[in-house]
């Protein structure tokens, strides 16, 4: 089991290059050089993949590295309630908010509208237009965070309809009303887009003034340009994680701005039906089938193919230390205030190390 994922561009095949243009840097005067640190560094974990503890526990992650944790690991159901998203993480949950806590960290969990195998957006309608239910989730969701030792709550409602834009920017609005009253902070998890309103659903339901405004952050899934949906290509070529940005800074306060960068990536069998991976599992197998990643320097991601035993040619891009690097090096230009990693578990080692400097004024 996994995060589902959503496509939001076209992407190019595996094997086309993303042309010769690289990173130049942003359009724009900044007034803060590279020099300036990440002040917010939070990493996601879920609890249906357990090597998130061995991240933990051997000590990979700390709050050098880090500084926020966000597990995955509740829903809303139609009354406005807050539930636990699955059985793994209901049982899961103690752990994680032991393990996270005694390291440290800031935790905000998150709370999506995935259930039943997809982003329920009907769900998500049904509690911004029923009075009685808006109330009830706007009243659970704070309950909940009340009632927990942690530093707020990680809204991750996606995939929404269009039609529900300025019904969703009031919630946002309501809700840090109330979470603030109780000093609690609210983040509030976005696709990626390069205008407004978007050119999809999800993104135009999202807007990103709106919802920058009340909420303490505003996180911006900056990958899955490629998806297990689409045909084989990099889930985070810099030259369009760059649009994304330079858009988002002119619609959110910077301080309050995290890119969101990937440690994970997909494995396509003939050009389609891609399965997510994390960045151990890529290595594994490479390792097996006696491959060398390729770096492409368009995107600034590594990639490589492979045949299996049944004549399948796969193609796999992912993301590692040295992709991380190039983003957190455009956060920097851009004066944000952070990034989130999606996610914890299988993930390069180096990244911690590449987090840390980050957080390091100079680093």
Same mark, same amino acid.
């Given at each position: +089991? ?13 094997? +086309? ?9 942003p359009?724009?005067? %900044?007034?803060?050089?590279?020099? #300036?640190?990440?002040s ?38 139609? %009354? ?30 998150s ?5 039943d195998?997809?982003?329920?957006? #009907?769900?998500?309608?049904?509690? $911004?237009?029923?009075?009685?239910a ?18 707020? /709550? ?14 969703y ?20 998890? /976005? ?6 309103? *978007? ?20 996180? /911006? ?10 045909? !084989?290509?990099?889930?985070?070529? $810099? !030259?369009?994680?760059?649009? /994304?940005?330079?858009f988002?800074?002119?619609?959110? !306060? ?16 003939? *050009?389609h039906? #891609? ?17 060398? !990643? ?10 490589? %193919?492979?045949?299996d035993?049944?004549? *399948? ?24 205030? #952070? ?25």
């Open positions: +089991m996994r995060r589902p994922t959503i496509g939001i561009l076209a992407v190019l095949v595996a094997t +086309m290059s993303l042309g010769s243009c690289g990173l130049s840097g359009s724009h005067q %900044t007034n803060q050089s590279r020099s #300036g640190k990440l917010i560094r939070v990493g996601y974990l879920v609890p249906w993949d357990a090597r998130w503890m061995a991240t933990m526990q051997q000590g990979k992650v700390d709050n050098g590295a880090l500084t926020e944790l966000s597990p995955v690991l509740y829903q809303p159901d139609e %009354t406005g309630q807050v539930i636990y998203a699955s059985p793994e993480a209901q049982s899961a949950a103690p752990d994680i908010e032991t393990q996270t806590l005694s390291h440290g960290f800031a935790l905000l969990p709370i999506s509208n995935y259930r195998g997809r982003w329920d957006s #009907g769900l998500i309608h049904h509690l $911004l237009t029923d009075s009685v808006r109330a009830a989730h706007i009243a659970a969701i704070s309950t909940l965070a009340q009632s927990h030792p942690w530093a707020g /709550v990680d809204l991750d409602h996606k995939s929404l309809r269009s039609a529900d834009r300025n019904a920017g009031a919630f946002i609005r309501d809700l840090s009303d109330v979470l603030h009253q109780a000093h609690k902070r609210l983040s509030v998890t /976005v696709h990626a887009k390069t205008s407004e309103p *978007g050119d999809w659903s999800g993104a135009k339901a999202e807007d990103w003034r709106a919802l920058g405004a009340p909420a303490d952050q505003i996180r /911006v899934m900056a990958y899955d340009y490629a998806t297990e949906q689409t045909a !084989p290509g990099p889930i985070a070529p $810099l !030259p369009w994680v760059e649009r /994304v940005q330079r988002a800074v002119s619609e959110i !306060p910077r301080a309050k701005l995290l890119l969101g960068v990937g440690a994970y990536g997909y494995d396509w069998t003939n *050009g039906n #891609g399965t997510s991976l994390q960045w151990a599992d890529a290595e594994r197998i490479a390792q097996e089938h006696a491959v060398v !990643p390729v770096w492409d320097v368009s995107s600034e991601a590594p990639w490589f %193919t492979y045949t035993g049944h004549a *399948g040619r796969h193609s796999v891009w992912h993301e590692n230390a040295r992709s991380l690097q190039a983003k957190v090096d455009l956060e920097r230009q851009y004066e944000a205030a #952070g990034v989130f990693v999606w996610r914890l578990g299988g993930e390069d080692p180096a990244v911690w190390d590449t987090l840390r400097r980050a957080g390091q004024v100079g680093g």
